[in-house]
C-alpha cells in the first residue's frame, strides 16, 4: 500500500506549480537573498498570474544579476533600457524601476534594521511566523496591511497588500496549505 500525496488546490498538475508547492511554498526562510528575490518576482507578478512569473524565474535572475541586492541597486539607465529588451521578462518600464528603487530601499532597510528578515518580522505576532489552520486561503492579512503600508512610506512601489501576503506565503511567514495537505 502506499501513501497518497494530498497537495492545495492551487498548484494543480503543472510540474513547476507542483515543485514550487512542494519545495517553497510555506516554507520558512530567514535569508536575505531569498526574501529579496521574492520581493522582485512578487512585484513583477503584480496583475499577472503567479505560473506566468515562475517560469521566467530562471530568467529573472540571470537579468537581476543573481538576485544581488547591491548590483541590483546599483542598476542605471544602460541596465534599465538593457532589461526593457530582454524577452525572458515581463517588459514593464514602471515594474523595472520599481524593482531598481526597492533594491536601494531594501538595502536601506537592512541597514535600519540590521536585516530585511528583522524588518519583515517586527510586523508578526510575537515575531514568528503564522500556521493558518483554517483551510481557508486568504489574499490579504493585517499583518499583510501593515508591512505594505509601511514599505509604501519607505518608498516601495508595486508591493500592496495582497502581493504583500503573496511574499508572506512564498517565504513561509504564513504557512497557508490546507490542512490535509501533505506538505504542511
Not at 518600464?93 to 535600519?112: D, M
Request: proline letters at 3%.
Amino acid at each position: 500500500m502506499t501513501d497518497q500525496l494530498h497537495r492545495c488546490s492551487w498548484c494543480g498538475t503543472d510540474p513547476l506549480y507542483m515543485e514550487y508547492h512542494d519545495k517553497e511554498w510555506g516554507k520558512i526562510t530567514h535569508d536575505d537573498k531569498i526574501l529579496f528575490e521574492f520581493l522582485i518576482l512578487e512585484a513583477a507578478q503584480a496583475g499577472l498570474s503567479w505560473i506566468t512569473i515562475l517560469r521566467r524565474r530562471e530568467n529573472y535572475k540571470k537579468a537581476f544579476a543573481n538576485f544581488d541586492v547591491h548590483k541590483v541597486a546599483a542598476f542605471n539607465n544602460e541596465d534599465m533600457e538593457r532589461l526593457m529588451q530582454d524577452a525572458g521578462i515581463i517588459r514593464n518600464r514602471l515594474k523595472i524601476i520599481a524593482a531598481i528603487k526597492n533594491a536601494q530601499l531594501f538595502l536601506e532597510t537592512q541597514k535600519e534594521f540590521g536585516s530585511f528578515d528583522k524588518y519583515m518580522y517586527s510586523f508578526m505576532p510575537n515575531g514568528k511566523p503564522i500556521n493558518n489552520t483554517s483551510g481557508k486561503t486568504p489574499a490579504t492579512s493585517p499583518e499583510s496591511d501593515a508591512i505594505s503600508k509601511d514599505m509604501k512610506k519607505r518608498g516601495f512601489k508595486f508591493f500592496g497588500s495582497t502581493i504583500c501576503y503573496a511574499h508572506m506565503q512564498a517565504t513561509g511567514m504564513v504557512n497557508d496549505h490546507v490542512p490535509e495537505c501533505s506538505f504542511k
